[in-house]
C-alpha cells in the first residue's frame, strides 16, 4: 500500500452488528440459561427456524457450525465402498471433505458461468451408477435451480444435499434454500448473514426415521433408557446408543450448540429478512450504478432468490486486468477486494486424494477471473460511496 493509502474497507471478517435487542437477548440467556446447553433456547431456535423454513418441526437441529451439519449429512449417507457424491468444484472446501472423511469419492461439477452454482445439466454430466449423493452449494446466497435438480435426483434415486451456508433466505417458488433436498446444512459463522457469535450451524433433515437419530448423533450417542427404570441413577445416569440404519452402525459426535447462542440464533430469524432486503438492495445499487462498464460481469438478481451474501463479479477483461483492478481499489484506493473459491481440485489437499481430475471450465474460468467485493452488511453509506466511486475511478483507468 502507498505510504499515503490507508484501508478504508476491509474485506471484513464480521459480516452483522448486533442491535441492542439482541445484545439484552444473549445477555438474558447467560443470565438465566440452565444447563447451558441443550435446554430450552436450542429447542426455541430449532422450532422456530422450522417455522422459519417452511419446513415440519422437528426436523432441524442445531449444530456448532455449518461443517458439523456436512459431517452428520455424510453420516446418514452411509456411504459404501466406490460411492461417489457429485459436489462443484467451485465452492468452500467444507462442502466437499467432510464426505471424503466417511468414505465416498467426489466426483466435480461445473457450474453455469452465469449463475456461479451447479445445474440439473452440470450434475448429469458427471453422474455414474455409483453415485450416491449430489451436494448442491447455493454460493454468494444464490438459489440453484432446485425443482430441476431434484427431479433429476429423483429419477435416479439420488440423495440431494443442499449446501446453505451462504444463502439463509434466499429463496425460489416460494420456498426457501435448504428446504428442497433431503438435507440441508446452514452455517451462523462470522462471516454469513446470520451470526450466532462466530459459530453456529443448523441441520434439516427431511426423513423423519433419519432425523430421529440426529440427537443422538450429535451428543455423545447420549440418549434416554428404553426400560422404565425404579432407581433413577441405575445402570447408569443415561444410556448410550444411536440407533442404527439399515443395520448400519453409526458413531457419534459432540457437535451442540452452546444456549447463548441459540438464543440469539432465535432472535436473528426476526431480522434476517431485513439484513438480506437491504444488501441485495444495495447490490443492486452497486452493479447498476456500474452498467457502463462492462469489464465487470455480476449476476443480477432482482428477486429474493439471492440474498447477496457475497458480492462477485468477473473481469470480463481476463485475469491481468483483474489483477491490476484488485491492486490498484487495495494499494490507491484503500479497499480489500479479493478472490475466492479456487475450484477444489486445485488444491495440494484434494489432489494428494487423487482428486484433481474435473472437467470443470466455467468453475476455472470464473475462479481466474473473479473479484470479491468487501460487501458486510454494516458498511457504512460513505464507505459504500467510496467503494462505488474507487471501482468507477479504478476501471476508467484500466482502459
Ligand atoms: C461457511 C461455509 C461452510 C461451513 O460453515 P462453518 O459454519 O464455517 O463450518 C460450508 N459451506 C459453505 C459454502 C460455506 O460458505
Not at 439463509?168 to 446470520?194: P, Q, T, W, Y
Not at 450451524?201 to 440427537?215: E, H, K, N, Q, S
Not at 430469524?269 to 462498464?293: G, S, V
Not at 467485493?373 to 460513505?382: D, R, Y
Request: net charge negative; aromatic share 10%.
Amino acid at each position: 500500500m502507498n505510504s499515503s493509502t490507508e484501508i478504508k474497507i476491509n474485506f471484513s471478517g464480521r459480516a452483522i452488528r448486533y442491535t441492542e435487542e439482541e445484545i439484552a437477548v444473549v445477555v438474558d440467556a447467560m443470565r438465566h440459561a440452565d444447563p447451558l446447553t441443550q435446554g430450552a433456547f436450542m429447542r426455541e431456535f430449532e422450532r422456530k427456524f422450522a417455522v422459519y423454513q417452511g419446513v415440519p418441526e422437528g426436523s432441524c437441529f442445531t449444530t456448532m457450525n455449518g461443517c458439523a451439519a456436512l459431517e452428520m449429512s455424510a453420516q446418514l449417507c452411509r456411504f459404501r465402498p466406490g460411492d461417489e457424491v457429485v459436489i462443484p468444484s467451485h465452492t468452500f472446501t467444507a462442502s466437499a471433505y467432510p464426505y471424503l472423511k466417511k468414505g465416498a469419492r467426489l466426483v466435480w461439477a461445473d457450474i453455469d458461468p452465469q449463475s456461479r452454482v451447479v445445474t440439473a445439466a452440470s450434475i448429469e454430466r458427471v453422474l455414474t451408477p455409483k453415485t450416491r449423493a449430489v451436494v448442491v452449494v447455493h454460493l454468494y446466497g444464490y438459489v440453484a435451480d432446485m425443482p430441476a435438480i431434484m427431479a433429476l435426483c429423483r429419477e435416479r434415486g439420488i440423495l440431494c444435499i443442499e449446501d446453505a451456508a451462504q444463502a439463509i433466505g434466499a429463496e425460489l417458488d416460494g420456498r426457501k434454500a435448504g428446504s428442497f433436498g433431503d438435507m440441508g446444512i446452514f452455517s451462523f459463522h462470522s462471516h454469513k448473514n446470520m451470526t450466532t457469535l462466530g459459530e453456529g450451524g443448523m441441520l434439516y433433515v427431511a426423513d423423519p426415521a433419519l432425523a430421529a437419530v440426529i440427537p443422538a448423533l450429535r451428543h455423545n450417542g447420549h440418549c434416554a433408557y428404553a426400560f422404565e427404570r425404579p432407581d433413577y441413577w441405575k445402570p447408569a445416569m443415561g444410556n448410550v446408543d444411536v440407533p442404527m440404519l439399515d443395520g448400519d452402525l453409526l458413531l457419534p459426535n459432540n457437535f451442540c450448540l452452546g444456549e447463548v447462542e441459540c438464543a440469539l440464533g432465535a432472535k436473528l430469524l426476526d431480522r434476517i429478512d431485513q439484513i438480506n432486503d437491504e444488501k441485495r438492495q444495495r447490490a443492486l445499487r452497486f452493479i447498476d450504478a456500474l452498467a457502463d462498464f462492462p469489464q465487470l460481469g455480476f449476476h443480477r438478481v432482482e428477486s429474493r432468490r439471492h440474498n447477496y451474501h457475497l458480492l462477485a463479479a468477473r473481469m470480463t477483461t481476463g485475469p491481468e486486468q483483474r489483477d491490476a483492478f484488485i491492486r490498484t481499489m487495495f494499494h490507491e484506493k484503500g479497499v480489500k477486494c479479493v478472490v475466492q473459491y479456487i475450484p477444489l481440485d486445485r488444491y495440494d489437499f484434494y489432489r494428494r486424494f487423487g482428486l484433481s481430475e474435473a472437467n470443470c471450465p466455467h468453475a476455472d474460468a470464473f475462479f481466474d477471473s473473479m473479484v470479491s467485493f468487501p460487501f458486510q452488511h454494516w458498511l457504512s453509506e460513505e464507505e459504500f460511496d467510496h467503494m462505488l466511486a474507487a471501482t468507477r475511478e479504478t476501471l476508467a483507468n484500466l482502459g
